[in-house]
């Protein structure tokens, strides 16, 4: 075997032991459903970092992680609307919306008045 071989099943290794313990943890905490929820709850947090921190071991744990520090680092040099842009946008969006709502509404009653006068219903 060569060694990319090797290093690839070590990954894969990693990474199935990962969700292993979270299945493991997920059994636990019904198995134990006669223990206080809170200590139930904490041992699941616990085994939540072991799986993370085993995970973040195998290539697509730090793929992962990688994509995540990206993220964040993008986040900041987006540029957020001030709270009175947002207010105005707001208003906006709701008078539209009221005017296009009273427009179906009235367009609406047309073609239902259309209609009974067709039919001789009004």
Same mark, same amino acid.
Do not use: C, H
């Given at each position: 075997?060569?060694?990319?071989?090797?290093?690839?099943?070590?990954?894969?290794?990693y990474?199935?032991?990962?969700?292993g313990?979270?299945?493991?943890?997920?059994?636990?905490f019904?198995?134990?459903?006669?223990?206080?929820?809170?200590?139930?709850?904490?041992?699941?947090?616990?085994?939540?970092?072991?799986?993370?921190?085993?995970?973040?071991?195998?290539?697509?744990?730090?793929?992962?992680?990688?994509? =995540?520090t990206?993220?964040? *680092?993008?986040?900041?040099?987006?540029?957020?609307?001030?709270?009175?842009?947002?207010?105005?946008?707001?208003?906006? =969006?709701? *008078?539209? *919306?009221?005017?296009?709502?009273i427009?179906?509404?009235?367009?609406?009653?047309?073609?239902?008045?259309?209609?009974?006068?067709?039919?001789? =219903?009004?």
């Amino acid at each position: 075997m060569t060694e990319t071989n090797i290093e690839q099943k070590s990954s894969n290794t990693y990474l199935i032991l990962s969700i292993g313990v979270l299945i493991a943890g997920m059994v636990l905490f019904y198995y134990f459903s006669d223990i206080r929820l809170f200590y139930r709850v904490l041992g699941m947090i616990a085994v939540l970092i072991l799986s993370g921190f085993i995970g973040y071991q195998s290539d697509f744990g730090k793929l992962v992680y990688s994509y =995540v520090t990206d993220s964040k *680092v993008e986040l900041k040099k987006v540029t957020w609307p001030t709270k009175q842009e947002t207010t105005q946008t707001t208003l906006g =969006v709701i *008078v539209v *919306v009221i005017i296009v709502g009273i427009l179906l509404w009235l367009f609406d009653m047309l073609l239902g008045w259309a209609i009974g006068t067709l039919y001789g =219903v009004a």
